[in-house]
Structures are given as structure tokens and as C-alpha cells.
């Protein structure tokens, strides 16, 4: 009974934050919604961003679900009229991943006056970075060897970073609830993580 009414006040808080954010709460909470299915939801996050495009304000809304065997992104993007459509609309997404799928969970802090950081204080500012696969960054740069006379070519030498999704929120521009909220859903999705490799 504990279980189930967990669940429902967790899929109430969904929903009351996705209102919140004041982006088109009836398409947005349709298409999360729609994604989770009947899953019990174990943590969330929503996340409104606005960008400036040269004279025009666009808003984007990213929501994070994590259910007990997937993770769920649901973006969704504002468009002004173009050439094809003479009005104004909207575009929603949703990507559903198999926990097991899920390769890294990186939370970035920013802490101000590191001297005195107090535990539990706070970040001034997290980048939470989630990957799957699906995007990967190759940064490439040519090789060398440590004789400063040589002219061979070494080749190439690089990393490849896992970069599906990466979210910045701060307290100055989200606020601190946001802020709080971010650092609950990664630990959250850490541990999930966690339960599916045991």
C-alpha cells in the first residue's frame, strides 16, 4: 500500500511540475505520460530553458523520468510561423532507454567559496550529462612523440565521450528547488544504474 501510494504522489508531483513550468502542460504531460505507460515512477525532472534567436524568445522544456527499468526524455520546442505551417507551433519527443543501456551518469558542481564549503550547502550550479550511446563526441587531435626534432607522423590520438543528453541548471537562473531537484534525479538514476549491472 506504501508502494502504490508513493507511486501516485510521485506521478502527482510529475504532473504539478510539469504545470509549473507553465510550457504547454497539457502536450507535455500527454507525451510523458503516454511514454511511462502504467510504470511506477521513481524520479523526475523538469527543466525549462529559454533561449534568445536573434529577435525572437523560443522556449524548450526537457523532462527526465526514471521508472524501474527505463529512463525517459521528453523534449519539447516552440516554433514560430514558417514556411511550413502559417502558424505557430510546437514539437514534442520522447526517448525511452533500458536502464542497462544507460553507460554514464557525470553531475558537474560549481560551489562558491570552496574554502568553506559546508556538506549539504548547495551548488551554485550542476551539469548533469546522461549517455546511452546514442551520441557520442569524438575529439581528435594529431600525435606526437617527445622528440621536439621529429617530423613523422604519429597518427591521430583522441577520446570519445558519451554525450546523449546534458542539462546545466543554477540556482541564479532555475532556482534552488530545481537546483535540489537535479541532484536527487541523478543520484537516483546513479543507483538505478547500479541495480540493473548487479
Given at each position: 500500500?506504501?508502494?502504490?501510494?508513493?507511486?501516485?504522489?510521485?506521478?502527482?508531483?510529475?504532473?504539478?511540475?510539469?504545470?509549473?513550468?507553465?510550457?504547454?502542460?497539457?502536450?507535455?504531460?500527454?507525451?510523458?505520460?503516454?511514454?511511462?505507460?502504467?510504470?511506477?515512477?521513481?524520479?523526475?525532472?523538469?527543466?525549462?530553458?529559454?533561449?534568445?534567436?536573434?529577435?525572437?524568445?523560443?522556449?524548450?522544456?526537457?523532462?527526465?523520468?526514471?521508472?524501474?527499468?527505463?529512463f525517459i526524455?521528453?523534449?519539447?520546442?516552440?516554433?514560430?510561423?514558417?514556411?511550413?505551417?502559417?502558424?505557430?507551433?510546437?514539437?514534442?519527443?520522447?526517448?525511452?532507454?533500458?536502464?542497462?543501456?544507460?553507460?554514464?551518469?557525470?553531475?558537474?558542481?560549481?560551489?562558491?567559496?570552496?574554502?568553506?564549503?559546508?556538506?549539504?550547502?548547495?551548488?551554485?550550479?550542476?551539469?548533469?550529462?546522461?549517455?546511452?550511446?546514442?551520441?557520442?563526441?569524438?575529439?581528435?587531435?594529431?600525435?606526437?612523440?617527445?622528440d621536439p626534432?621529429?617530423?613523422?607522423?604519429?597518427?591521430?590520438?583522441?577520446?570519445?565521450?558519451?554525450?546523449?543528453?546534458?542539462?546545466?541548471?543554477?540556482?541564479?537562473?532555475?532556482?534552488?528547488?530545481t537546483v535540489?531537484?537535479?541532484?536527487?534525479?541523478?543520484?537516483?538514476?546513479?543507483?538505478?544504474?547500479?541495480?540493473?549491472?548487479?
Amino acid at each position: 500500500m506504501d508502494g502504490m501510494a508513493k507511486t501516485s504522489t510521485t506521478t502527482q508531483g510529475l504532473r504539478a511540475a510539469i504545470e509549473r513550468s507553465g510550457y504547454y502542460p497539457a502536450l507535455v504531460a500527454e507525451a510523458v505520460e503516454a511514454a511511462v505507460g502504467g510504470e511506477p515512477i521513481r524520479s523526475y525532472l523538469v527543466h525549462q530553458e529559454t533561449t534568445f534567436d536573434q529577435n525572437e524568445v523560443r522556449r524548450h522544456v526537457t523532462v527526465l523520468v526514471l521508472t524501474g527499468n527505463r529512463f525517459i526524455v521528453s523534449h519539447t520546442d516552440e516554433q514560430a510561423a514558417d514556411t511550413t505551417s502559417p502558424t505557430p507551433y510546437a514539437t514534442t519527443s520522447t526517448e525511452s532507454v533500458k536502464l542497462g543501456r544507460i553507460s554514464s551518469v557525470v553531475l558537474s558542481r560549481v560551489v562558491a567559496n570552496p574554502e568553506s564549503y559546508k556538506p549539504g550547502t548547495l551548488p551554485r550550479e550542476v551539469v548533469l550529462t546522461i549517455g546511452w550511446g546514442a551520441v557520442s563526441r569524438i575529439d581528435l587531435e594529431p600525435a606526437a612523440c617527445g622528440d621536439p626534432n621529429c617530423d613523422a607522423d604519429h597518427g591521430y590520438t583522441g577520446s570519445s565521450t558519451a554525450d546523449d543528453l546534458s542539462l546545466r541548471v543554477s540556482e541564479a537562473g532555475d532556482g534552488p528547488e530545481t537546483v535540489r531537484q537535479t541532484l536527487v534525479f541523478a543520484q537516483s538514476l546513479s543507483e538505478a544504474t547500479v541495480d540493473v549491472t548487479r
